[in-house]
């Protein structure tokens, strides 16, 4: 069993940065990847961005891209989300995801992702 807690949301004007970080605890951790989704009001559940642990390889949605970047960090079991040059849209809650293992679904997929977090709300102002 794995357990997720996202923080670092918060309210941010149109532009800005924010940072979320999402600690995992348990008995193990060994994830193959963790992710980054997100949750608007408008729209279903979002896949934002993803990292491979072994190798630190990202890769992220059309939408995010060159905003924001994903890293991690084994020894404090911490996935991070630096959020740059946020935008209104942007506005949700966010949740990050581990992947124990490879599986059969594409990473893109939420049945990919074994454990979830609670969520972090973030908001941006216009």
């Known amino acids: 069993q794995v357990y997720l807690q996202e923080s670092g949301g918060g309210l941010v004007e149109s532009g800005g940065s924010l940072r979320l970080s999402c600690q995992a605890s348990?008995?193990?951790?060994?994830?193959?990847?963790m992710g980054w989704w997100r949750q608007t009001p408008y729209k279903v559940r979002e896949f934002l961005g993803a990292?491979?642990?072994?190798?630190?390889?990202?890769d992220y949605a059309d939408s995010v891209a060159g905003r924001f970047t994903i890293s991690g960090d084994n020894a404090k079991k911490t996935v991070y989300l630096q959020m740059d040059s946020l935008k209104f849209e942007d506005t949700g809650v966010y949740f990050c995801?581990?992947?124990?293992?490879?599986?059969?679904?594409?990473?893109?997929?939420?049945?990919?992702?074994?454990?979830w977090g609670q969520g972090a709300r973030v908001t941006v102002s216009l």
């Open positions: 995801t581990y992947r124990a293992y490879r599986g059969q679904y594409h990473y893109t997929e939420e049945t990919a992702y074994h454990y």
């Open positions: 348990g008995p193990t951790f060994s994830p193959y990847a």
């Open positions: 990292i491979t642990w072994s190798t630190g390889a990202t």
